[in-house]
């Protein structure tokens, strides 16, 4: 099992806190790995520094809209490279990806391609994204045995996400495959 960034570690009962997203990408800022490969969409190298500056914006905007700890996130088809971000903002304010039938899902929120919705109005992905880079958001104290993301019956913990679990690591379920970011592995849906 690979060492946990704990931001309390857990003791006596406790399942201490972290938080998926300041493992994949937080903690390679801070020891130097800023200007380093964290992931390649489309044949564009994304380095640690860019990719945290996207993730912190857009999970600035879901906090501005009221997500938070335990807070469901509906997340549906997205381009390629936003399928690293969102569910790596989701995790930064410490809410959980709902990958499930999204026609009819209920969540705090709604992200999909065209951008964010929340009740009936909608907010274009680039108006969005303008605002939450005046404010974005910092990192949650998740709860260890936290789930990061569910798909029907499957659920990610984030144990399972950042290769702490017993269970080791979790497999994809049907429609999606996994992503490594900084030693995180996580959930991506999507056909490009």
Partial sequence: MPPVNWFRPP???DSGTLNV???ALDI?????RADDVALTVEGEERSFARLLTEVAA???VLRAFGVGLGDRVVVAELSPE???VVPLAVARVGAVA???NTAGAAGKVRVDVSGFGVDADEVPWDVAMRAGRTDPAGCADVPGDGVMATHGDDVLTVLQAVGASDDHRAAAPAGATLVEVGGVRFWSF???
């Fill in 28 to 32: 390679h800022v801070v020891r130097g």
């Fill in 190 to 192: 999507g056909t490009a």
């Fill in 58 to 60: 857009c999970a600035g």
């Fill in 98 to 100: 709902a990958y499930d």
């Fill in 11 to 13: 003791a006596d009962g």
């Fill in 82 to 84: 936003n399928r690293v």
């Fill in 21 to 23: 997203c300041y493992e």
